[in-house]
């Protein structure tokens, strides 16, 4: 019966060394994949409106914010909210953010776009340089009129509340123009009534409302409205306040107005959705006319569900990490976590065995020793005869070369000198029985069986 040598060890020994070398290197290249891929995008599309329009500029102030923490946005112009929802839904045209006014889209249209809220009122304004017809669905007939252009959210809802009154676009000479040109042309004197949805603090509305030749007109049946579309909202304008001194308006205007959202696709990463939620605070949150301060953003779902992101940022603000760390550090840092922690948790309650499971691999490779042992002092007790004892005492030599070249930590030493000392022990035995005395001791017993 042959023990193997102390060298046939070392090549297992080094293939396991190899495969955890292995394992670890694989491991380590599968978590670099996993957070390269988890990494937000270092350029980001927002699709605004026209150029210099109101969304133009709002996205021009979020660019400023996003260039703060390392990451471009660009500004795609487009004719309003309708284009703007196009764009997003366009898995292949690179939009992944847009203004887009209330009532324009719905799940069942868009699923895959969420909201981050609602960040400021759009009233529908109505100018005109001729009175109010006592007909509400006379207002325009045969004038001159424009009503936003094809692709925005004006276009859209004009022709909605036009229909809704009872008037006869096609009794119009309807012209399709923005809200500056339209603004300008009612000044000139070149349309006659136009409708137009700004925020009030827009340049044209300031100047239209100033222009004493021009009147605007308030919405007279505004809680009707607002209860067959609930994406309206009701406002007033308080008399004076566009301009004071002049005490335009004349007097309060009740308005009808829609809440512009900051949509995106729901696949947007998670830490771009939290800084487009920060620069909506940051812009967004003073007062105005018709909102308070901190109103805005707001966790108002008007069209589309809000992203889990924004639910999560609207009840506890900033995640722990990007409150603390700089953008891009928190974003290679979060998605770590979420690797690390399960990891971690599945490999403390080995770690807290491992010093166990150490000991008796240490102690296993010696009671097998011991094994081999007791079965050399179990031939002994048989008998030898002078045959046996050269090969007896080889395969002491054998085990005792194994207990040599055995590695065993300074804690467990003390095992490891017993087993030679009980080696030697027999070795003495065998040359007995050789010389023929017969000490009856079973060196390796109690060890064996402890």
């Known amino acids: 019966m042959k023990d193997p040598s102390p060298s046939s060890s070392q090549p297992n020994r080094s293939r396991w060394q190899t495969i955890v070398v292995g394992a670890g290197l694989v491991l380590v290249l599968a978590l670099a994949v996993l957070l390269s891929r988890s990494l937000p995008p270092s350029t980001v599309v927002i ?7 109101i969304y133009n500029q709002i996205a021009q102030r979020y660019q400023r914010i996003f260039a703060r923490h390392g990451v471009r946005l660009e500004l795609l112009a487009t004719n309003g909210s309708v284009e703007n929802v196009k764009h997003l839904r366009d898995p292949r045209g690179g939009v992944s953010v847009a203004f887009v006014q209330g009532g324009v889209t719905s799940t069942a249209e868009a699923p895959e776009l969420v909201s981050l809220g ?32 094809p692709g925005s959210g004006t276009y859209k809802h004009g022709r909605e509340l036009a ?23 009612l000044m000139r004197g070149d349309v006659e009534v136009i409708g137009i949805m700004l ?15 021009i009147q605007a007109f308030d919405w007279l049946r505004a809680d009707a409205h607002v209860a067959l579309r609930p994406y309206l909202s009701k ?15 004349a007097k309060d205007l009740t308005l009808v107005a829609t809440k512009t959202s900051l949509v995106v696709r729901r696949d947007l990463h998670p830490a771009i959705q939290y800084l487009l939620l920060e ?41 722990f990490l990007q409150r603390h760390l700089p953008f891009w550090l928190a974003a290679f840092t979060s998605p770590l976590l979420m690797v690390l922690i399960p990891v971690v948790g599945l490999l403390y309650p080995l770690l807290r065995l491992a010093p166990a499971l150490y000991s008796w691999i ?13 079965f050399l002092e179990a031939e002994l007790e048989v008998g030898v005869s002078d045959t046996t004892v050269g090969a007896l005492s080889e395969r002491l030599d054998r085990l005792e070369e194994r207990a040599d070249h055995l590695r065993v930590p300074i804690a467990h030493m003390h095992m490891l000198y017993t087993l030679k000392h009980h080696i030697s022990l027999v070795r003495q035995r065998l040359r007995d029985k050789e010389l023929g005395h017969d000490p009856r001791s079973a060196v390796t017993h109690k060890w064996i069986t402890q």
């Open 362 to 374: 240490v102690h296993r490779g010696i009671f097998r020793l011991y094994s081999k042992l007791k």
């Open 118 to 149: 609602t960040l400021f009122y759009e009233p529908f304004w109505l100018f005109s340089r001729i009175p109010r017809p006592d007909q509400p669905r006379r207002f325009g007939e045969g004038q001159r009129m424009s009503l936003g252009i």
């Open 279 to 319: 620069a909506a605070s940051e812009v967004h949150g003073a007062p105005g006319v018709f909102n308070k301060a901190g109103q805005f953003p707001a966790a108002e779902p008007i069209d589309l569900p809000l992203s889990t992101f924004a639910h999560e940022y609207y009840r506890s603000g900033q995640p």
């Open 163 to 185: 229909a809704a009154v009872g008037m006869d676009l096609s009794r119009a000479q309807v012209r399709n123009l923005d809200a500056v040109q339209a603004g300008e042309a």
């Open 235 to 249: 406002l007033v304008l308080p008399r004076g306040v566009a301009d004071l001194p002049r005490d335009r308006p």
């Open 199 to 213: 925020p009030l603090e827009a340049p044209i509305v300031h100047q239209l409302f100033v222009d004493e030749s």
């Open 47 to 53: 699709a605004t409106d026209l150029e210099g329009g």
